[in-house]
């Protein structure tokens, strides 16, 4: 069964504020959610992540989330968004305290026009 | 800047033949992972090594085998190839302390099995 799960699978925006929705499934009482950009070249880049038990939604840069716990939901917000943001981008949970169980969901692609 | 490397980044090859595919990080990290993504984009994990010792392997076919040196390194090795293994391979690295979600990724190994 898919445990992430990215509602749009394609979006398009000018400058401005984008907010990309992801939601997920776990039994797992300490998770991350974390959302990664696959750059043109293929590189995956990390941009921010979210701890189960932080009820403070995290910000890095222009990046920050909305963490619904209870709805197990979460969604990327950029601000301010450019061309060069364009990307797809994934949510991924990680279970426990390891980095060997992150679970990415299929990405949104992102086209910001100039 | 990219500080995990993958060669080749591409390759074509025939069904049966044998690909190896080679990763080192410059990071100093002591975790390597081998990811495979697939035509729609979604990415699961193949294996994970921490200093050498192999700690994951989700039900990969018998015919992949991971092979490190030490811990800067991490090759995939493809015996006798199917049409399902074209993908995009990517290697990505962590510290193991860092409880975070972040991956370090390269730009990924594209095979293409005719």
């Known amino acids: 069964a898919q445990r992430v799960t990215q509602v749009q699978s394609t979006g398009s925006s000018q400058w401005g504020e984008v907010t990309l929705d992801c939601s997920y499934e776990t039994s797992e009482y300490s998770y991350l959610i974390l959302w990664y950009r696959q750059l043109f070249s293929g590189e995956m880049v990390f941009l921010i992540y979210?701890?189960?038990?932080?009820?403070q939604n995290q910000r890095s840069g222009h990046y920050s989330v909305v963490f619904q716990k209870s709805f197990k939901s979460i969604s990327l917000v950029i601000s301010a968004s450019q061309p060069e943001d364009s990307g797809t981008y994934f949510c991924?949970?990680?279970?426990?305290?390891?980095?060997?169980?992150?679970?990415f969901g299929d990405g949104t692609q992102l086209v910001v026009k100039p | 800047e990219t500080a995990v490397f993958q060669t080749p980044n591409y390759h074509v090859t025939q069904v049966g033949n044998e690909v190896s595919f080679n990763c080192k990080q410059t990071l100093g990290h002591d975790t390597m992972y081998w990811y495979k993504q697939d035509s729609k984009k979604l990415l699961k994990i193949m294996f994970s090594?921490?200093?050498?010792?192999?700690?994951v392997n989700e039900t990969v076919p018998r015919r992949f085998s991971p092979q490190s040196s030490d811990k800067a390194h991490l090759n995939l090795r493809i015996k006798s190839v199917e049409p399902e293994d074209s993908a995009v391979y990517l290697c990505a690295s962590s510290w193991t302390g860092a409880n975070t979600g972040q991956l370090y990724f390269g730009e990924g190994s594209k095979l293409t099995v005719l």
């Open positions: 090594y921490n200093n050498k010792q192999l700690i």
């Open positions: 979210q701890p189960s038990f932080d009820t």
């Open positions: 991924a949970l990680s279970e426990g305290n390891s980095n060997n169980r992150i679970f």
